[in-house]
């Protein structure tokens, strides 16, 4: 059975404190691992695509990187401002159109 | 102007109800989603259409039934509404098959069954 699990659940940061976030994934094949942020009360916000081992994304504070079972987030120097919920999602390869969610983690950033 | 807007925010209803949420998508994506995400956080998929034909039709419940009157719109009706059903429900479009893996969801809609 295709599993995603994200650790830890929770983390809290002081601001400048850098991190990192794992996904885990069990699946039969993979297509592709995706990482969204989601604040309170929204939807989940789309961050970066990864395809392949190996591969290495970046946006301002964010990188995320995967290999062949795991995906890391890695949050640098955080400000208050990257508190929210960060989702890991898969999708498998001949699953079109469906993407499985991990049950993400939550960071807390304080000044 | 929204991308991705459904409606209502919130629904409060009683067991037993028959309820409705309403999403729409002007980003003139294909492909619409229904998402539940429940009270542990964990966002799993219901249904999904493209070019308003059902493609993902995940195991959930015949109450649940979702219509696409055209490829920008996509509603969720729900039958003989359950304690259990209560969840925040979000509507969400991509460019076909989501191969990039680049959804935009809605805010969400919050039902509350009592």
């Known amino acids: 059975e295709d599993q995603v699990t994200q650790s830890p659940e929770a983390l809290r940061l002081q601001e400048g404190e850098s991190s990192s976030l794992n996904c885990s994934y069990t699946v039969s094949g993979l297509r592709g691992l995706f990482w969204y942020r989601q604040d309170p009360g929204k939807g989940p916000e789309f961050l970066f695509t990864?395809?392949?081992a190996g591969e290495e994304k970046e946006k301002e504070r964010l990188k995320a990187t995967l290999t062949k079972k795991e995906s890391f987030l890695h949050i640098t120097a955080p400000k208050p401002e990257d508190s929210a919920t960060y989702l890991c999602a898969v999708q498998v390869k001949g699953s079109w159109g469906k993407l499985q969610f991990g049950a993400g983690t939550q960071v807390v950033v304080t000044p | 102007d929204t991308a991705v807007s459904q409606t209502p925010k919130y629904l409060v209803t009683q067991m037993g109800n028959d309820k409705s949420i309403k999403c729409e998508q002007n980003l003139g994506h294909d492909t619409m989603y229904w998402y539940k995400q429940d009270s542990k956080k964990f966002l799993k998929i219901m249904f999904s259409y493209n070019n308003k034909e059902l493609i993902i039709n995940e195991t959930v419940p015949n109450r649940f039934s979702p219509k696409s009157p055209d490829k920008a719109h996509l509603n969720l009706h729900i039958n003989s509404l359950e304690l259990g059903d209560s969840a925040v429900y979000f509507c969400?479009?991509?460019?076909?098959?989501?191969?990039?893996?680049?959804?935009?969801f809605g805010e969400g809609s919050r039902l509350t069954v009592l």
């Open positions: 990864l395809y392949s």
């Open positions: 969400a479009s991509s460019l076909s098959g989501a191969d990039t893996g680049e959804l935009f």
